[in-house]
């Protein structure tokens, strides 16, 4: 297969980077217009949904609600402002130009790779990195990844002083996104110094480099440096959510076992299921063997004085600081978080190998992608299962199971009993897993903690209590169903004190819904408050 002979191959390298950044363009719109229309998730989406509005608002991540890094916030707030609109359809739209700006650097990194252009493979890699661009509201977490794999492979095509200063801009740029992300972008950049003083073969001395490195991470983080310095509060905050994951939660997530492939149930689930779980088990296995083996074979070639590609000698030194994040809660969501810096490692691998077995490997890789992904992909799921349903949500039209719409049917019936109770836009408390559902009802949340997963300290809970009795809210929705089955992550117990506030102080409403974990609390009329 001869693809020099192809149109785009003949194209001078300006032309090319436009057809790529077409190429990238189109193949995300394409997915905008398959899923951005379908699905709703009222924990994680719901959070970051929130989030959004409050910030519209006029309120601070962290310091005012329970956020993630600021950084996602604002990029949305400001898209949405730009276009005009606060509905769902176009916070899904302001991530979905955060994910083509993701693809289109990938795409041009690739492209960069190979003095021979080679369309199928770009083409291949532009369908598998959006398909793991899962869910939508993770793209910035996603894209940070890519950004960081492409800042490595600038320094180390012509290391100097200015290419260190840019990769640690994109170091702390992609901390203001995700502070995981800095973290992960120092122990890539080390790895790359590492690399790069094995063969001295430049100039360039090691402490300037450093500086100017350290420089860029300062000036990448400068937005986050600011709002400690100017707004009032958020400086306190940020470093109690940082003391929090360090002390309190010791991780970054609630652990799930790994699916490795060998545990595949084959015969007890369909054929269809059993692949997807044993290509996603496949990919555990891969990123575990490629986070190792990829580092140990470029600095093993850099001792042999032979080249090899930036973008994989960049990869392969983010690979396993992102397989850190996967397998902290070993889902699909999470792999797909942390499978970019391989992902373009392994294209960057395939770039100039024989043509058959070239295209051959990237059509493999890309089929593996769709086939993990696939069956969590909300188009896919609607066109499945034929199940959707219409149901109005942040002003837009969302198609969404049976399942879902009856969750929004709740919500939306709790909010208008609500203003029954009150005379005025009744204050309503929902805990511990539905931070949509505020976001559903465009009202604000009683507590900081909007999603209140893990065991908090009692002077926190005190803390929550005390916002809690000041919004006085008239009902209050608790689901007590025990997180990933473990008994002690029921709200009761990560919770105990608002738990039984509620408990004191509410009364349950019979017959609310059907529901059996999402019950619902009227405030009691007759007794007074009492104190936890």
């Not at 057809?19 to 009222?42: E, H, P, R, Y």
Request: glycine share 6%.
């Amino acid at each position: 297969m001869n693809q020099i002979a192809l149109p785009y191959a003949s194209e001078p390298r300006s032309r090319r980077h436009f057809i790529v950044f077409l190429l990238a363009c189109v193949v995300t719109l394409a997915m905008f217009f398959w899923q951005g229309n379908k699905g709703l998730n009222l924990p994680d989406e719901g959070f970051f949904w929130y989030g959004v509005q409050r910030v519209l608002a006029g309120e601070v991540p962290f310091r005012d609600f329970m956020a993630y890094d600021p950084g996602r916030y604002y990029w949305s707030g400001a898209v949405m402002k730009l276009l005009g609109s606060d509905r769902l359809w176009t916070l899904r739209a302001s991530a979905a130009v955060f994910q083509a700006t993701g693809v289109y650097i990938a795409l041009r990194l690739l492209d960069r790779q190979s003095g021979t252009a080679r369309p199928m493979v770009l083409a291949t890699a532009a369908v598998a990195l959006n398909a793991w661009m899962y869910p939508w509201f993770k793209v910035f977490d996603i894209v940070p990844s890519i950004a960081l794999v492409a800042g490595l492979a600038f320094v180390l095509e012509k290391p100097i002083s200015r290419r260190f200063f840019i990769a640690g801009v994109v170091v702390g740029l992609a901390a203001v996104f995700g502070r995981n992300h800095g973290v992960y972008g120092v122990a890539g950049s080390l790895g790359a110094m590492v690399y790069l003083a094995i063969r001295r073969d430049t100039r360039l001395a090691p402490l300037p480099a450093l500086f100017a490195w350290a420089a860029g991470i300062v000036a990448g983080f400068l937005p986050i440096l600011l709002m400690a310095l100017l707004i009032p509060g958020f400086a306190l905050a940020f470093w109690q959510s940082i003391i929090f994951l360090l002390s309190e939660l010791k991780g970054t997530n609630i652990p799930l076992p790994v699916p490795w492939p060998w545990l595949v149930q084959v015969g007890k689930i369909s054929s269809l299921d059993a692949a997807t779980e044993s290509a996603q088990g496949a990919f555990f296995v891969a990123l575990l063997g490629f986070g190792i083996l990829a580092p140990l074979g470029v600095l093993l070639q850099r001792f042999r004085g032979t080249r090899v590609p930036p973008a994989l000698v960049a990869a392969s030194m983010l690979a396993l600081p992102y397989a850190h994040y996967s397998f902290s809660r070993a889902d699909t969501v999470h792999l797909a978080q942390g499978i970019f810096p391989m992902l373009i490692g392994l294209f960057a691998l395939l770039m100039n190998r024989p043509g058959c077995a070239r295209c051959l490997a990237a059509a493999l890789l890309c089929g593996l992608s769709v086939l993990t992904v696939l069956p969590a992909d909300p188009g896919w799921q609607c066109h499945r299962h034929a199940n959707c349903v219409n149901v109005e949500a942040g002003g837009s039209k969302i198609k969404v199971s049976a399942s879902i719409a009856r969750d929004v049917e709740l919500i939306k019936k709790f909010g208008n009993a609500a203003d029954a109770e009150a005379s005025d836009k009744a204050s309503i408390l929902i805990m511990p897993f539905w931070p949509g559902a505020y976001a559903l009802l465009n009202r604000k949340s009683p507590t900081w903690e909007i999603y209140a997963l893990f065991r908090r300290s009692q002077a926190f809970e005190q803390a929550e209590l005390d916002r809690i009795q000041a919004a006085a809210p008239t009902l209050a929705m608790i689901n007590d169903a025990p997180l990933d089955d473990r008994d002690e992550l029921r709200f009761r117990n990560t919770h105990p004190l608002i738990y039984q506030y509620v408990m004191d102080n509410f009364e349950l409403v019979k017959d609310f819904s059907e529901d059996p974990w999402n019950l619902v609390y009227r405030r009691k009329r007759t007794t007074p408050r009492t104190e936890p």
